[in-house]
């Protein structure tokens, strides 16, 4: 059975995109792509088709480009798709994969998590310490407070925090992509020994910009060594 999740309303209100999921049998795993379709129901379309995932699909501001997140470069990325035809273009070349994405309003701005070690100068850094991790033959941890495990993924000291960085041009323009020259994303979560979204399950619908795009506003549970106990988000 078909899985739909994640509609999006165009600025005009004329059209939704939303995410179709897919089971592959004989690959065993479940496929994501993105649809349209008017809203009044008529003129249905696929609009990927990549065998990675492609999800969380934001309208930019014009009304004629999808901003989303696909794994079609071999890590979660942004990228940037216009609706009246055209190959999808890599925005983001984070070192890390980047989840949750959201759009400011006036499309000069877009969000995103990351998950990042709290000491860390830079997500380049977070890179690094991982590569290292992974080299090590020694597997064991030591946790000094509570969560050590979130439903099936242990903890290994790194946080979602949120990441907002400016489209050069706006979010609708061809070619606004994050290259050298290019302000690197601001953590605006920096210091804050909390996750956003909420774990395990919470998602993008946590996070949103401010109508003038001046600002953002986002759920966390910053309760230090209570967390594990505490339902105050």
């Given at each position: 059975?078909?899985?739909?999740?994640d509609p999006?309303?165009?600025?005009d209100?004329?059209l939704v995109?939303?995410v179709?999921?897919r089971?592959d049998l004989?690959?065993?795993t479940?496929?994501?792509?993105l649809?349209l379709v008017a809203?009044?129901g008529?003129?249905?379309?696929?609009?990927?088709?990549?065998?990675?995932?492609?999800t969380?699909?934001r309208?930019?501001s014009d009304?004629r480009?999808?901003w989303f997140l696909?794994?079609r470069a071999?890590?979660?990325?942004?990228w940037?798709?216009p609706i009246?035809g055209?190959?999808a273009?890599q925005?983001?070349k984070?070192?890390l994969d980047?989840?949750?994405?959201?759009?400011?309003p006036?499309g000069k701005?877009?969000a995103?998590t990351?998950?990042v070690?709290?000491d860390?100068r830079?997500?380049?850094?977070t890179?690094?310490?991982?590569e290292?991790?992974?080299?090590?033959?020694a597997?064991g941890r030591?946790?000094?407070s509570?969560f050590?495990?979130?439903?099936?993924?242990?903890?290994d000291g790194r946080?979602?925090h949120?990441?907002?960085?400016?489209?050069?041009?706006?979010?609708?323009t061809?070619?606004?992509?994050?290259?050298?020259?290019?302000?690197e994303?601001?953590?605006?979560?920096?210091?804050?020994?909390?996750?956003?979204p909420?774990?395990p399950f919470?998602?993008p619908?946590e996070?949103?910009?401010?109508?003038d795009g001046?600002?953002?506003v986002f759920t966390?549970k910053?309760?230090?060594r209570?967390?594990?106990?505490?339902?105050?988000f």
């Open positions: 059975m078909d899985r739909l999740s999006q309303v165009s600025p209100g004329k995109a939303f179709v999921r089971t004989e690959a065993n479940g496929r994501t792509d649809w809203t009044d008529t003129g249905l379309r696929r609009l990927t088709s990549a065998p990675e995932a492609d969380n699909p309208w930019a009304g480009t999808i696909s794994s071999g890590s979660s990325q942004v940037r798709l009246d055209g190959e273009e925005v983001t984070e070192p980047v989840s949750n994405l959201v759009v400011a006036d701005h877009i995103y990351m998950e070690f709290l860390a830079t997500v380049q850094d890179k690094n310490r991982l290292a991790q992974s080299k090590k033959k597997t030591v946790y000094e509570l050590v495990r979130h439903w099936d993924t242990w903890k946080r979602a949120l990441f907002v960085r400016p489209v050069a041009g706006g979010a609708g061809p070619g606004a992509e994050f290259g050298d020259g290019n302000p994303a601001v953590d605006v979560m920096k210091g804050m020994d909390a996750d956003t909420a774990r919470g998602g619908e996070i949103a910009f401010t109508p001046q600002g953002i966390a910053d309760m230090g209570a967390e594990a106990w505490s339902t105050d």
